[in-house]
């Protein structure tokens, strides 16, 4: 049974530039939660997807946006690249929102240069 | 709104002795809350997590924490730690509301010493 899988492990990318990141979710999961975990912090949420519509949102300017297709993978969009996007980014899956069962992806690590 | 706060960003234990990671959690509703472990170049692992009933929990590789409401608090704990156990550890909390996010502490490296 596959958990959670991410894609690409690792990106380089420019200042400016755009990117997109993906994740599976879990078997049975229909829900995916994004985090962005910078070096040395905890996790913080940038949003939830769930039947294909943003249900929640952390505190992330409108460069951060998703999209969630209807075999419920989704897609994390950063626009306008700056340093300070660099982080580790997680993608959680869960069932029907539930906050009890999240199950975390690997991450994907993105560099801005 | 939620928070968590992990008093310790970083605790040295020696091998085989006992571990106390503490957490404090703020909120003005009932809420759930976990732990979770990240290994080096790694995801998040649940290790255990409190949603109701018995307020002493058991996770996974011996680890437990336990609920205390009347000083919110969510310590986590293990009798004798392994060298395996190096890792950075994460407590969050939830409220118990449909749609709500998890929220997570800054965490706490445990870094075993031979």
């Known amino acids: 049974d596959a958990g959670v899988t991410q894609s690409p492990t690792h990106l380089i990318k420019t200042r400016g530039q755009q990117v997109t990141l993906r994740c599976s979710p879990k078997?049975?999961?229909?829900?995916v939660s994004w985090y962005q975990q910078a070096l040395g912090q905890g996790p913080q949420f940038i949003f939830q997807?769930?039947?294909?519509?943003?249900?929640q949102r952390g505190n992330f300017p409108d460069r951060f946006s998703g999209h969630q297709f209807p075999n419920y993978s989704s897609e994390l969009n950063v626009n306008a690249l700056l340093l300070g996007d660099s982080a580790l980014y997680l993608c959680?899956?869960?069932?029907?929102?539930?906050?009890?069962?999240?199950?975390f992806g690997s991450g994907t690590r993105l560099t801005v240069v | 709104a939620q928070s968590v706060t992990q008093l310790d960003s970083q605790v040295p234990v020696f091998e085989e002795a006992p571990v106390e990671l503490r957490c404090n959690y703020s909120?003005?509703?009932?809420?759930?809350l976990f732990w979770y472990v990240q290994y080096p170049n790694q995801g998040l692992q649940l290790l255990l997590k409190?949603?109701?009933?018995?307020?002493l929990v058991k996770g996974i590789n011996g680890f437990e924490a336990e609920f205390n409401k009347s000083q919110t608090s969510f310590h986590l704990r293990k009798p004798s730690v392994h060298i395996s156990d190096t890792a950075e550890y994460f407590c969050?909390?939830?409220?118990?509301?449909?749609?709500?996010?998890?929220?997570f502490g800054k965490g706490t490296r445990l870094h075993i010493l031979p």
């Open positions: 078997s049975g999961h229909d829900t």
């Open positions: 997807y769930y039947e294909e519509e943003e249900r």
């Open positions: 959680a899956s869960s069932w029907d929102r539930s906050a009890t069962g999240y199950t």
């Open positions: 909120s003005s509703v009932s809420v759930y």
């Open positions: 969050a909390v939830s409220t118990m509301n449909r749609d709500d996010k998890i929220i």
């Open positions: 409190y949603l109701s009933g018995s307020t």
